[in-house]
């Protein structure tokens, strides 16, 4: 009896709860509106200093950014929370530095598909669904646009990025790998940071079997994992960041190959 006592004695009680949790609100609410604030200043500085015409999205930071965050103490918010709460607050941030627009091509399953792209990108961003490839890829060639395109059997819409100069794959969604297999690549017209733990994705024309192509680059030292054939082309995920003009790629198999972007292995939490 005594023990109950104490324990109610010393407990908080719920009144005391709520208001601890309302006092925290305030002063959370200041903060995110000075991170809001600091990413316009961070668009004035860039045109000061001529960048201004810039998408300022960059992958490589954020998943720093990220990867501090979890690696932080923490008492009671999960790693996941931490993920999307901070991928809300990044997304948002980058609204305000300029224009920031995603398309979609979700192939067989576009809510799916849609549902990893919000994951992702937060809800700052407007998002269209597309009905065509290329009309994602047509809007991530614009200022602040991202194409976010389903891996199908059907659609070999990753070859194309063969013959684009800028336009590259950043990210694999879901980001998250609880949230399941590999579906989605997120393409734009950005700079790629590696980040530690990346993989890069490799396209080619060879005609052998995938398991003789990945065994041809293991000869070289490179680890390829095949994801799909289409198209007569066949797309591969290579374990580590590889420059496009890396030697041990000129050397593999296939008249027509190449690099057509890198992206940060998906979160382990």
């Not at 305030?26 to 200093?49: C, H, N, T, Y």
């Not at 297999?181 to 790629?192: F, G, N």
Request: proline letters at 7%.
């Amino acid at each position: 009896m005594a023990g109950a006592d104490t324990k109610t004695a010393t407990s908080p009680s719920l009144e005391a709860l709520r208001a601890r949790l309302d006092a925290i609100d305030s002063e959370l609410l200041p903060l995110i509106d000075e991170r809001a604030a600091l990413a316009r200043q961070v668009a004035a500085a860039k045109a000061a200093a001529g960048d201004g015409g810039k998408f300022g999205l960059r992958p490589g930071r954020e998943t720093a950014i990220l990867k501090k965050l979890l690696a932080a103490p923490r008492a009671g918010a999960g790693d996941a929370f931490v993920v999307r709460l901070w991928r809300e607050i990044i997304s948002d941030n980058l609204a305000q530095q300029g224009p920031f627009h995603l398309a979609v091509w979700g192939g067989r399953d576009p809510v799916r598909t849609a549902e990893f792209a919000r994951f992702r990108f937060g809800g700052a961003p407007p998002l269209t669904l597309v009905s065509k490839p290329e009309e994602a890829l047509a809007a991530a060639r614009t200022l602040g646009g991202v194409g976010v395109l389903a891996l199908a059997p059907d659609s070999a819409w990753w070859g194309k990025l063969l013959a684009e100069p800028k336009l590259k794959v950043f990210n694999a969604l879901p980001c998250m790998a609880a949230w399941g297999p590999l579906t989605a690549l997120a393409v734009a017209e950005i700079d790629i940071e590696p980040t530690g733990a990346d993989h890069t994705f490799w396209v080619t024309d060879a005609a052998a079997a995938p398991a003789a192509i990945e065994e041809a680059l293991a000869r070289d030292g490179v680890a390829a994992s095949f994801l799909m054939a289409s198209g007569g082309l066949k797309l591969f995920s290579l374990a580590g960041f590889y420059q496009p003009t890396d030697e041990r790629l000129a050397r593999a198999p296939g008249a027509l190959s190449g690099v057509i972007g890198a992206a940060p292995a998906p979160l382990d939490v």
